[in-house]
């Protein structure tokens, strides 16, 4: 669940009782660059999913939308307009980074 780079394509999938929605992609300055209409074609059970190819969304965000509504990936890594806890925007812009960068754990083990 969430948003996944697999090689050169990026994978997308939330559940969802929707009975279609549109994923929302944009650029790092938060301009909508793309539109995926998901219908019932890309939902299974209760989970739509795609797979995107031939695009850079290195730096882009996300989110979805249903009903005229925007919503953020509850699966999501990030999230942005949360710099500060406790504090809503009056307009806030919740969407979500595609790709994290690589984290190196350094040699951390998970210890019992």
């Not at 790092?28 to 995926?36: H, I, W």
């Not at 509850?74 to 690589?102: M, W």
């Amino acid at each position: 669940m969430g948003s996944e780079k697999l090689g050169r394509d990026y994978n997308f999938s939330v559940a969802s009782s929707f009975e279609s929605l549109t994923l929302l992609l944009f650029d790092s300055k938060g301009d909508l660059k793309y539109r995926v209409e998901l219908d019932s074609r890309y939902k299974t059970g209760s989970v739509f999913s795609c797979r995107l190819s031939n695009v850079s969304l290195e730096k882009a965000l996300y989110c979805y939308e249903a009903d005229g509504r925007r919503f953020v990936d509850p699966y999501a890594k990030t999230v942005t307009d949360c710099e500060l806890f406790g504090i809503e925007k009056e307009q806030p812009n919740y969407a979500s980074r595609v790709v994290l960068d690589h984290f190196d754990w350094e040699g951390d083990a998970h210890f019992l």
